[in-house]
């Protein structure tokens, strides 16, 4: 009998703090930058504080969220429309990042919490969570079908994923690493999603041997050199793009 109550306190200690004070959650709508297909929010958890980031999106489109924490009881899940709590990601036992393609339209919740054990002790959190909306269904058809052999990255829509060169305003060119992901499409053709520091994520299309950016009308300069192309968002943002990247090898 003792071994049973020791369980279910220990299983007690692992539940978020959202299965126990529903009534503390706050909501924050979600609002990308003009251009911008991603954000990132800054807060502060104490206790069995809640916080609910509600944004809408389409369905074909990918959901990436990042959490960055300090605290080891910092988690996220994500809500699709109409949930009653019931989640498509659990943090607790998945991680602090998540991609996934989005199965329906309608309002998706993002919500970050502490766990029950730590928001029992009053601990308090600070974290930012980077979220994102990229590719539609419509815009991933057009890439055309990539070949069989080219494997996919698990748990990802990606084919590949790793660091690029990038830099940002005035700094020296290739002068950072750029995390990115690559969806590929029919030869030459694929969408390649950059996420440069300041958290937002750059979009860059690869279709028929031209190059397009997400957003409200980027303006968009593409040059080569060597096996790479060379690509300056808006004046500001500068991206090589080996090949390798588009066409996989």
């Given at each position: 009998?003792?071994?049973?109550?020791?369980?279910?306190?220990?299983?007690?200690?692992?539940?978020?703090?959202?299965?126990?004070?529903?009534?503390?959650i706050e909501s924050i709508p979600v609002r990308f930058a003009?251009?911008?297909?991603?954000?990132?929010l800054t807060g502060t958890l104490k206790g069995?504080?809640?916080?609910?980031?509600?944004?809408?999106?389409?369905?074909?489109?990918?959901?990436?969220?990042?959490?960055?924490t300090g605290h080891t009881a910092n988690y996220f899940n994500v809500l699709p429309p109409?949930?009653?709590d019931e989640?498509?990601?659990?943090?607790?036992?998945?991680?602090?990042?998540?991609t996934g393609q989005l199965a329906s339209d309608g309002e998706y919740t993002v919500r970050v919490y502490l766990m029950r054990s730590a928001a029992r002790r009053n601990e308090t959190a600070r974290y930012a969570l980077t979220v994102g909306i990229t590719v539609s269904?419509?815009?991933?058809?057009?890439?055309?079908?990539?070949?069989?052999?080219?494997?996919?990255v698990a748990g990802t829509p990606y084919h590949a994923t790793g660091q690029l060169p990038c830099s940002m305003g005035a700094a020296p060119a290739a002068s950072a690493q750029c995390d990115f992901g690559v969806i590929r499409g029919a030869p030459g053709n694929a969408e390649v999603h950059v996420t440069p520091s300041g958290g937002f994520r750059r979009v860059l299309r690869f279709?028929?041997?031209?190059?397009?950016?997400?957003?409200?009308?980027?303006?968009?300069?593409?040059g080569r050199e060597d096996d790479a192309w060379l690509i300056d968002v808006n004046d500001y943002e500068h991206y090589r793009i080996p090949d390798a990247v588009i066409s996989g090898g």
């Open positions: 009998m003792w071994s049973l109550f020791v369980r279910f306190v220990m299983a007690c200690a692992l539940l978020p703090a959202s299965a126990w004070a529903a009534d503390t003009k251009g911008a297909s991603s954000a990132t069995d504080r809640i916080v609910d980031y509600r944004l809408r999106a389409r369905a074909g489109q990918t959901l990436s969220v990042r959490l960055e109409g949930s009653r989640a498509i990601f659990i943090g607790s036992t998945q991680g602090t990042e998540w269904g419509q815009s991933a058809a057009s890439l055309g079908r990539a070949p069989a052999s080219d494997a996919r279709v028929g041997g031209t190059v397009s950016a997400d957003g409200d009308a980027p303006r968009v300069q593409t």
